[in-house]
Protein backbone atom coordinates (compact mmCIF):
# COMPACT_ATOMS: atom_id res chain seq x y z
CA UNK A 1 0.00 0.00 0.00
CA UNK A 2 2.48 2.42 1.15
CA UNK A 3 4.65 1.45 -2.15
CA UNK A 4 1.73 2.28 -4.27
CA UNK A 5 1.30 5.89 -2.57
CA UNK A 6 4.97 6.61 -3.34
CA UNK A 7 4.73 5.57 -7.26
CA UNK A 8 0.86 7.66 -7.27
CA UNK A 9 2.91 10.57 -5.09
CA UNK A 10 5.90 10.76 -7.87
CA UNK A 11 3.97 10.33 -10.80
CA UNK A 12 1.92 13.50 -10.06
CA UNK A 13 5.22 15.15 -8.62
CA UNK A 14 7.02 14.18 -12.53
CA UNK A 15 3.24 15.59 -14.30
CA UNK A 16 3.73 18.61 -12.92
CA UNK A 17 7.09 19.72 -13.31
CA UNK A 18 6.78 18.24 -16.96
CA UNK A 19 3.99 21.16 -18.37
CA UNK A 20 5.09 23.61 -19.68
CA UNK A 21 4.74 26.89 -16.97
CA UNK A 22 3.41 30.21 -18.49
CA UNK A 23 5.28 33.38 -19.46
CA UNK A 24 6.46 35.11 -16.56
CA UNK A 25 3.71 38.17 -16.11
CA UNK A 26 5.49 41.75 -16.21
CA UNK A 27 6.11 43.39 -13.03
CA UNK A 28 4.77 47.11 -14.57
CA UNK A 29 3.14 48.33 -10.95
CA UNK A 30 0.32 49.91 -13.19
CA UNK A 31 -0.30 47.11 -15.38
CA UNK A 32 -2.23 44.88 -12.97
CA UNK A 33 -3.98 41.16 -13.56
CA UNK A 34 -6.66 41.55 -15.02
CA UNK A 35 -5.56 44.95 -17.16
CA UNK A 36 -7.39 44.74 -20.55
CA UNK A 37 -3.24 45.13 -22.26
CA UNK A 38 -1.82 42.42 -20.00
CA UNK A 39 -1.42 39.71 -22.47
CA UNK A 40 0.14 42.21 -25.07
CA UNK A 41 2.13 43.84 -22.67
CA UNK A 42 3.54 40.55 -21.04
CA UNK A 43 4.17 38.95 -24.55
CA UNK A 44 6.23 42.45 -25.76
CA UNK A 45 8.07 41.92 -22.41
CA UNK A 46 9.08 37.86 -23.41
CA UNK A 47 10.22 39.67 -26.73
CA UNK A 48 12.36 42.31 -24.89
CA UNK A 49 10.37 44.85 -26.34
CA UNK A 50 9.41 46.57 -23.22
CA UNK A 51 10.82 48.49 -20.30
CA UNK A 52 9.46 50.54 -18.09
CA UNK A 53 10.32 53.47 -16.34
CA UNK A 54 12.53 53.74 -12.89
CA UNK A 55 9.62 53.74 -10.61
CA UNK A 56 8.45 50.23 -12.05
CA UNK A 57 5.49 52.03 -13.88
CA UNK A 58 4.52 51.53 -17.47
CA UNK A 59 2.55 54.40 -18.18
CA UNK A 60 -0.34 52.81 -20.37
CA UNK A 61 -2.67 55.46 -21.07
CA UNK A 62 0.09 58.26 -21.44
CA UNK A 63 0.11 59.11 -25.12
CA UNK A 64 3.06 57.40 -26.98
CA UNK A 65 5.27 59.41 -29.21
CA UNK A 66 7.14 58.74 -32.57
CA UNK A 67 10.48 57.52 -31.22
CA UNK A 68 8.70 55.59 -28.73
CA UNK A 69 6.77 53.70 -31.06
CA UNK A 70 9.64 53.32 -33.58
CA UNK A 71 11.63 51.56 -30.88
CA UNK A 72 8.83 49.25 -30.36
CA UNK A 73 8.71 48.38 -34.26
CA UNK A 74 12.74 48.36 -34.36
CA UNK A 75 12.92 45.65 -31.43
CA UNK A 76 9.53 43.49 -32.30
CA UNK A 77 10.47 43.12 -36.19
CA UNK A 78 13.90 42.64 -36.45
CA UNK A 79 14.46 42.10 -39.97
CA UNK A 80 12.88 45.81 -40.93
CA UNK A 81 15.55 47.93 -41.60
CA UNK A 82 14.06 50.33 -44.76
CA UNK A 83 16.41 52.55 -44.83
CA UNK A 84 20.12 50.08 -44.72
CA UNK A 85 21.53 48.77 -47.89
CA UNK A 86 19.61 51.15 -50.15
CA UNK A 87 20.90 50.82 -53.70
CA UNK A 88 19.31 54.20 -54.44
CA UNK A 89 20.92 57.52 -53.12
CA UNK A 90 17.63 59.25 -53.42
CA UNK A 91 15.64 56.62 -51.38
CA UNK A 92 18.20 56.61 -48.56
CA UNK A 93 17.64 59.01 -45.59
CA UNK A 94 21.02 60.47 -44.49
CA UNK A 95 19.96 62.59 -41.51
CA UNK A 96 16.89 64.08 -40.03
CA UNK A 97 17.29 67.41 -38.98
CA UNK A 98 15.82 66.99 -35.85
CA UNK A 99 17.55 64.16 -34.29
CA UNK A 100 21.21 64.36 -33.40
CA UNK A 101 23.46 61.84 -32.86
CA UNK A 102 22.85 61.66 -29.24
CA UNK A 103 19.39 61.30 -29.31
CA UNK A 104 17.94 57.92 -27.62
CA UNK A 105 15.92 56.56 -30.39
CA UNK A 106 18.70 57.51 -32.72
CA UNK A 107 19.53 54.13 -34.79
CA UNK A 108 15.88 53.28 -35.00
CA UNK A 109 14.89 56.29 -36.01
CA UNK A 110 18.05 56.39 -38.94
CA UNK A 111 17.02 52.46 -39.96
CA UNK A 112 13.36 52.65 -40.14
CA UNK A 113 12.43 54.93 -42.53
CA UNK A 114 13.37 56.26 -45.93
CA UNK A 115 12.07 58.53 -48.10
CA UNK A 116 8.96 56.50 -49.53
CA UNK A 117 7.66 56.57 -45.75
CA UNK A 118 4.41 59.12 -46.52
CA UNK A 119 3.04 60.31 -43.81
CA UNK A 120 5.87 59.92 -41.40
CA UNK A 121 8.59 61.75 -42.80
CA UNK A 122 8.87 65.62 -43.46
CA UNK A 123 10.73 67.04 -46.38
CA UNK A 124 11.22 71.22 -46.49
CA UNK A 125 12.89 71.33 -49.68
CA UNK A 126 16.56 69.34 -49.06
CA UNK A 127 15.86 69.05 -45.26
CA UNK A 128 13.96 65.70 -43.62
CA UNK A 129 12.30 66.39 -40.01
CA UNK A 130 10.61 63.13 -38.34
CA UNK A 131 9.24 64.85 -34.89
CA UNK A 132 10.39 62.11 -32.48
CA UNK A 133 8.90 63.75 -29.93
CA UNK A 134 5.37 64.19 -31.59
CA UNK A 135 2.68 62.13 -30.00
CA UNK A 136 1.02 60.02 -32.54
CA UNK A 137 -2.96 59.77 -32.90
CA UNK A 138 -4.59 57.72 -34.30
CA UNK A 139 -4.71 58.76 -37.71
CA UNK A 140 -1.46 59.04 -37.99
CA UNK A 141 -0.55 55.15 -36.46
CA UNK A 142 -1.77 54.29 -39.87
CA UNK A 143 1.28 55.60 -41.64
CA UNK A 144 3.52 54.09 -39.36
CA UNK A 145 2.14 50.44 -40.24
CA UNK A 146 1.40 51.27 -43.91
CA UNK A 147 5.55 51.95 -44.02
CA UNK A 148 6.08 48.50 -42.57
CA UNK A 149 3.17 46.35 -43.96
CA UNK A 150 2.20 47.83 -47.13
CA UNK A 151 2.87 44.59 -49.21
CA UNK A 152 0.84 42.48 -46.86
CA UNK A 153 -1.58 45.69 -47.12
CA UNK A 154 -2.11 45.40 -50.82
CA UNK A 155 -3.18 41.75 -50.99
CA UNK A 156 -6.71 43.02 -50.12
CA UNK A 157 -9.12 42.45 -53.02
CA UNK A 158 -10.50 46.37 -53.50
CA UNK A 159 -14.37 45.15 -53.23
CA UNK A 160 -12.86 44.17 -49.47
CA UNK A 161 -11.12 47.27 -48.41
CA UNK A 162 -14.50 49.47 -49.53
CA UNK A 163 -16.73 47.31 -47.54
CA UNK A 164 -14.48 47.68 -44.22
CA UNK A 165 -14.59 51.29 -44.73
CA UNK A 166 -17.77 51.62 -45.14
CA UNK A 167 -18.09 50.48 -41.95
CA UNK A 168 -16.24 53.62 -40.13
CA UNK A 169 -18.33 56.69 -39.82
CA UNK A 170 -15.79 58.66 -38.92
CA UNK A 171 -13.91 59.16 -42.26
CA UNK A 172 -15.78 59.97 -45.47
CA UNK A 173 -15.49 57.30 -48.49
CA UNK A 174 -17.14 58.67 -51.92
CA UNK A 175 -17.05 57.85 -55.22
CA UNK A 176 -15.74 60.37 -57.90
CA UNK A 177 -19.64 59.74 -58.96
CA UNK A 178 -21.28 61.65 -55.99
CA UNK A 179 -23.13 64.47 -56.77
CA UNK A 180 -20.69 66.37 -53.59
CA UNK A 181 -17.56 64.84 -54.87
CA UNK A 182 -14.68 67.16 -55.54
CA UNK A 183 -11.42 66.70 -56.81
CA UNK A 184 -8.74 66.69 -53.75
CA UNK A 185 -5.83 68.16 -55.89
CA UNK A 186 -4.31 71.15 -55.44
CA UNK A 187 -5.64 74.25 -57.21
CA UNK A 188 -9.39 72.44 -56.58
CA UNK A 189 -12.23 73.13 -54.03
CA UNK A 190 -11.21 70.22 -51.29
CA UNK A 191 -14.41 68.47 -49.71
CA UNK A 192 -14.17 69.12 -46.10
CA UNK A 193 -11.91 67.20 -43.81
CA UNK A 194 -9.94 66.08 -47.38
CA UNK A 195 -7.31 64.84 -44.84
CA UNK A 196 -10.10 61.75 -43.90
CA UNK A 197 -11.56 61.52 -46.96
CA UNK A 198 -11.06 58.56 -49.50
CA UNK A 199 -12.89 58.52 -52.71
CA UNK A 200 -12.85 55.75 -55.32
CA UNK A 201 -14.12 55.42 -58.87
CA UNK A 202 -15.86 52.38 -60.91
CA UNK A 203 -14.50 52.01 -63.78
CA UNK A 204 -16.09 50.72 -66.87
CA UNK A 205 -14.31 47.18 -66.65
CA UNK A 206 -16.10 47.22 -63.01
CA UNK A 207 -12.38 47.76 -61.55
CA UNK A 208 -12.07 49.86 -58.47
CA UNK A 209 -9.81 52.79 -58.19
CA UNK A 210 -8.89 54.86 -55.91
CA UNK A 211 -9.44 59.11 -57.25
CA UNK A 212 -6.20 60.62 -55.54
CA UNK A 213 -3.67 58.12 -57.21
CA UNK A 214 -1.23 56.76 -54.45
CA UNK A 215 -2.45 58.66 -51.88
CA UNK A 216 -6.32 57.61 -51.02
CA UNK A 217 -4.89 53.81 -52.20
CA UNK A 218 -2.61 53.89 -49.36
CA UNK A 219 -5.09 55.54 -46.99
CA UNK A 220 -7.87 52.98 -48.32
CA UNK A 221 -6.01 50.06 -48.20
CA UNK A 222 -4.02 50.70 -44.60
CA UNK A 223 -7.08 51.53 -42.98
CA UNK A 224 -9.17 48.39 -44.34
CA UNK A 225 -6.01 46.50 -43.13
CA UNK A 226 -5.33 47.48 -40.06
CA UNK A 227 -9.27 47.42 -38.79
CA UNK A 228 -10.30 44.06 -40.99
CA UNK A 229 -8.11 42.25 -39.09
CA UNK A 230 -9.01 43.81 -35.78
CA UNK A 231 -5.47 45.58 -35.38
CA UNK A 232 -6.98 48.76 -34.78
CA UNK A 233 -10.23 48.98 -33.18
CA UNK A 234 -13.34 50.86 -33.79
CA UNK A 235 -15.82 52.05 -30.88
CA UNK A 236 -19.82 52.47 -32.24
CA UNK A 237 -18.21 52.30 -35.67
CA UNK A 238 -15.89 54.90 -35.66
CA UNK A 239 -11.89 55.11 -35.32
CA UNK A 240 -11.95 58.34 -33.51
CA UNK A 241 -8.85 59.39 -35.60
CA UNK A 242 -7.95 62.76 -34.05
CA UNK A 243 -7.35 60.93 -30.26
CA UNK A 244 -3.58 60.16 -29.31
CA UNK A 245 -2.14 56.39 -29.32
CA UNK A 246 -1.51 55.53 -25.82
CA UNK A 247 1.25 53.39 -24.69
CA UNK A 248 -1.27 50.28 -24.20
CA UNK A 249 -2.69 50.89 -27.44
CA UNK A 250 0.46 50.93 -29.40
CA UNK A 251 1.69 47.46 -27.62
CA UNK A 252 -1.60 45.92 -28.21
CA UNK A 253 -1.66 47.00 -32.27
CA UNK A 254 1.77 45.46 -32.07
CA UNK A 255 0.90 42.35 -30.55
CA UNK A 256 -1.89 42.13 -32.73
CA UNK A 257 -0.17 42.83 -36.19
CA UNK A 258 2.01 39.90 -34.86
CA UNK A 259 0.04 37.26 -34.76
CA UNK A 260 -1.35 38.74 -38.07
CA UNK A 261 1.76 37.90 -39.71
CA UNK A 262 2.50 34.53 -37.73
CA UNK A 263 -1.44 33.37 -38.88
CA UNK A 264 -0.63 34.23 -42.50
CA UNK A 265 2.87 32.42 -42.77
CA UNK A 266 4.73 36.23 -43.42
CA UNK A 267 6.20 36.55 -39.72
CA UNK A 268 10.06 35.14 -41.08
CA UNK A 269 9.85 38.13 -43.13
CA UNK A 270 9.73 40.41 -40.87
CA UNK A 271 11.28 39.17 -37.39
CA UNK A 272 13.07 36.22 -35.84
CA UNK A 273 11.28 36.70 -33.12
Not at 224 to 252: C, F, K, Y
Request: negative net charge; hydrophobic residues 40%; charged residues 20%.
Amino acid sequence: MMKNMSLCLALIVSILFSTSMPVQASQFSDIPNGHWARESVDFMVKKGVLSGYSNGAFRPNEAIDRAELTVMFHKLFNKLRPNLNKESSEQKIQKFEDVPKKHWAYQPLMEMYDANSFGVVDWDWDKVYIYPEKKVTWWEAMYFFQTFFYQEMYQMPADQVLQVLARIDDITVQSVDSPNYRSPYPGSTAIPNAEYTISYSHLDSGEITFANGDIDALKAYALAWLVGNDIMSTWDNQLEIHDPLTRAEAVVMLHRTYNVLLADGSLSTYTSK
